[in-house]
């Protein structure tokens, strides 16, 4: 046993062929966004062999990996729990207070699903639709499992994206920090990291706007 864990990291040595010569790169459209809406990023890692596994973190704290190596999807979801009903629909991931109390209603095929016998379920049983990732926490994220292509020499790039929908417990003094860190075992590791800024209307904003309006609305 122990020369096996002796041996283990040399095997490790030996399957590294290539470490990537450049930093992961963070691709982003939007560094502002309300509360309530989504954000989507993305990440890539250039060529190495093998490829380079890709991590998320959002104010330093590392994202849960995917639970499946199918896109994320979209679907109308209805939860209760603790007393509580909320109903919502199209996004990516729901955090509920009883997953299993989760009914995930597709806008095309079976009806009503139990989550845990829906996510249990053989994938070919319900081509279509995928997995949905739970988080054990309240952030609506949703993470795409790497995707590994072929870069030039036959090394192999790795691509992740993240969708997250916005609220209130991302941002700290209106600011949010997202860290994409790519990872070769122990032996290579780089990280580049974005700040995204809360734009909702401020309330002197908004009180400013409806001052400014009902000035110009007409005495009757």
Known sequence: MLQELLRSPWRRLRQIHDLPL?????????????????????????????????????NNKQSP????????????????????AAIFSRIF???VPEPTQALIKPPKGP???????????????????????VSDNSDFISIQATEVGRDEGDLQSARS????????????????????EASIYKIWKRSVESTIRDDSPKLAQVLGSTLSQSQKDPIL
């Not at 990996?65 to 509580?84: E, H, L, N, Q």
């Open 161 to 180: 994206r993240i969708s997250i929908l916005t609220n209130k417990s991302h941002f700290n003094q209106s600011a949010m920090t997202i860290r994409c």
């Open 22 to 58: 450049d930093d992961p790169v963070l691709n982003i459209r939007d560094t502002k966004v309300e509360v309530g809406k989504p954000i989507r990023l993305e990440c890539t890692q250039s060529g190495s062999h093998p490829a380079a596994n890709i991590s998320w973190f959002i």
């Open 93 to 95: 991931l729901l955090t």
């Open 65 to 84: 990996a995917p639970i499946s190596d199918t896109p994320p999807i979209t679907a109308d979801i209805s939860a209760t729990g603790a007393g509580k």
């Open 111 to 133: 009806g009503g699903l139990n989550l845990a016998a829906w996510a249990a379920a053989p994938a070919e049983k319900f081509p279509v639709f995928g997995l949905l990732q």
